[in-house]
């Protein structure tokens, strides 16, 4: 066997494995093990050598989506991030991403349909805050500023225009699989490494450095649906639907009542939505799962009560859904409005008895946070920018296009108690990826095939 015939199989084989399934479980694992290891240099190092010769070996970046999903959760650390070896690698990999625009030169650049909608809310957010009594503290918000507008323009220009995947490739079924396994080890990290022993959900860390238990909790609301996608693709369903009730579980121990909410509200609707998408041979195996998992938890709750009594589990359910404080956040947010309601009081907004005065203040809900520190012109940004994302969404005519909505209407409703759209990594990058995907329209003719992705 000569060299040239060698290296060919080496390369099939790479490319096989880069654009299986087996990738993006690999890559979220390996995040998760770093984690574990507290060696986020470990994961990050090989991640950028791997981007590196992705853009150098050929047109498509569909590769680096499962190292784009699953770096985030490597990070223990984020001053490491911005020491000296960390920024010759990122000058490695910016001189490997101007190679691949000058080997592969883009033939028709694509702005796309969001763009304007996402300069109309950079554009807020940089001006946000400049005729308020903060204005001397805006260098501040930049950070909040640049990872909610252009860092999230880079993101969607850059997989809008270097999506490129090979025939008979299901991009969406690939990217929904990097986001469900990335999902499932951030759940592993919160459950793992900081639930106590004492089994008591209020003594729980519910920082992850890199997130914490409601960002979390953000995360499973988007997985759910791709994982009802992936049903649908795959026909696994009794693997797709432990993945569900592991999220939910999840959820309901980290004290995120709010994703478990969204997701208990929504998984009716979810259900009956996979079962109309599946093939006849495939809702067999699907009823059957589904009576299995009620039955489970049926069997589960009388448990419990039987054991713990049923008045515990109401006093249990009542304290969880007592006031939390973001009463006041909101009636704060509207008293802000109110007092700067051009351009609101900007990302450089803190108050000391909340908030030590180097951090971002979070008013805890998009809504409230938009016309808080953005005011007016927030108000008009972001309805163009919503107003825009829906378009995209519903202009899909393929089965990914109807899951990816549902995923984006659960994060919104998520949204409207926590601020998820200022959340960059994960969860608006995901949301983006997800949008550019259905904007692209790829694969929409040959969404169905499995190869190479075989699970």
């Given amino acids: 066997m000569n060299s040239t015939t060698l290296n060919t199989k080496t390369r099939y084989a790479v490319d096989n494995f880069l654009y299986g399934v087996y990738y993006p479980c690999t890559a979220a694992a390996w995040a998760f093990l770093c984690f574990c290891l507290n060696i986020q240099w470990a994961c990050i190092f090989p991640f950028v050598i791997l981007a590196c010769y992705i853009l150098i070996k050929g047109e498509d970046l569909t590769p680096v989506i499962p190292l784009f999903t699953a770096f ?95 025939e008979n490739f299901s991009v969406k079924t690939y990217f929904s699989y990097a986001v469900v396994f990335t999902t499932i080890f951030a759940c592993f990290e ?7 022993k004492s089994n008591h959900y209020f003594t729980m860390e519910r920082s992850l450095i890199w997130g914490n238990f409601n960002t979390v909790g953000a995360m499973t609301i988007i997985s759910v649906p791709l994982c009802c996608y992936l049903i649908t693709k795959t026909d696994k369903s009794a693997a797709f639907f432990a993945v569900i009730i592991f999220f939910l579980i999840v959820d309901i121990v980290c004290a995120s009542d709010g994703s478990v909410g969204v997701i208990a509200f929504s998984l009716p609707f979810l259900v009956v939505a996979t079962f109309c998408k599946l093939k006849k041979k495939a809702r067999r195996e699907f009823m059957l799962c589904l009576f299995a998992v009620v039955f489970a938890i049926c069997a589960a709750a009388v448990f419990y009560g ?121 969860l608006t990058a995901y949301i983006t990826v997800l949008i550019a995907l259905i904007e692209k329209e790829t694969v929409s003719k040959r969404e169905g095939t499995s190869l190479p992705l075989i699970f």
């Fill in 72 to 166: 985030i959760i490597s990070v223990k650390n984020y001053a490491q991030l911005t020491s000296v070896p960390y920024f010759i690698l990122y000058a490695v990999l910016l001189g490997c991403f101007i190679y691949h625009l000058i080997k592969f030169p883009v033939k028709s650049f694509l702005l796309g349909k969001l763009f304007f909608p996402l300069f109309l809310v950079s554009a807020a957010l940089f001006l946000g805050g400049l005729t308020s009594a903060y204005v001397l503290r805006y260098a501040n918000g930049l950070p909040q500023i640049i990872a909610s507008g252009p860092a999230l323009i880079a993101v969607y220009l850059l997989f809008l225009n270097g999506i490129k995947p090979p």
């Fill in 306 to 426: 039987l054991t713990k009594g049923f008045d515990e589990i109401l006093a249990f359910a009542t304290k969880r859904t007592a006031t939390n404080g973001r009463d006041n956040l909101y009636e704060r947010a509207l008293k802000l409005f109110r007092e700067n309601p051009l351009l609101g009081v900007g990302q450089c907004y803190y108050d000391e008895s909340v908030y030590s005065p180097s951090m971002t203040f979070n008013f805890h809900s998009t809504i409230f946070h938009v016309i808080a520190t953005m005011g007016c012109l927030g108000i008009i940004a972001y309805s163009v920018y919503y107003f825009y994302r829906f378009r995209i969404i519903m202009s899909g005519q393929t089965a990914f296009s109807f899951f990816a909505y549902l995923s984006f209407v659960l994060f919104e409703a998520y949204g409207i108690i926590d601020i998820c759209e200022f959340n960059l990594i994960p």
């Fill in 190 to 196: 919160i459950i793992l490494f900081y639930y106590t």
